[in-house]
């Protein structure tokens, strides 16, 4: 396992509504990033979060937003809901920062499954 | 144009054969590369990273051709738990995030 738990685990909601996903990241890292994996497509960047400051950002509307706490988890809240925000909501968490930065590897939790009705 | 273009597959092989998957990316500032193997309704797993001198890990083999911008996988005798979807991933330089294709979905067959 990688060590990067996400909850819930699925989520219901409706058009309009607003919802908050948890992650928890691998013991020892500093980084995590939220992805977006819509159904027959490769995950999309969201966002990323170093050292509780976000750190680049995908082509995501301003009503997806972000927090990371001190002891590097992180939450993804999303606003106004709409039905194309159905999808797996993916977190991976990694250690930036240090000389072989290219080379970092992010692992990923099992995801939320968001449904928008 | 995509950044990250795969051939969304279907491969279907049978037990034992030796399978290849293609990958092309636009950015030519790209950095670093990786195939991560999904299995369906599962988060994406790092099968390997792909180094400039092509590498190896056991039935898998991966190969990065920077002129062309070109990553290869190879997967020799087939096994059934290796039916998954493989995302071709590149990470460029200055960037932290990853940018995945859509994924090859390979099926063994018995």
Redesign the interface.
Known sequence: ETGVTQSPTHLIKTRGQQVTLRCSSQSGHNTVSWYQQALGQGPQFIFQYYREEENGRGNFPPRFSGLQFPNYSSELNVNALELDDSALYLCASSLEGNEDRGKNIQYFGAGTRLSVL | RKE?EQDPGPFNVPEGATVAFNCTYSNSAS??F?WYRQDC??????LM?VYSSGNEDGRFTAQLNRASQYISLLIRDSKLSDSATY?CVV?D?G?????????TRLQVQP
């Open positions: 990250v950095q670093s990786f309704r599962k988060e994406p797993k790092l990273s995302l990470r330089a960037r932290r995030a990853l940018t995945f294709g859509s994924g």
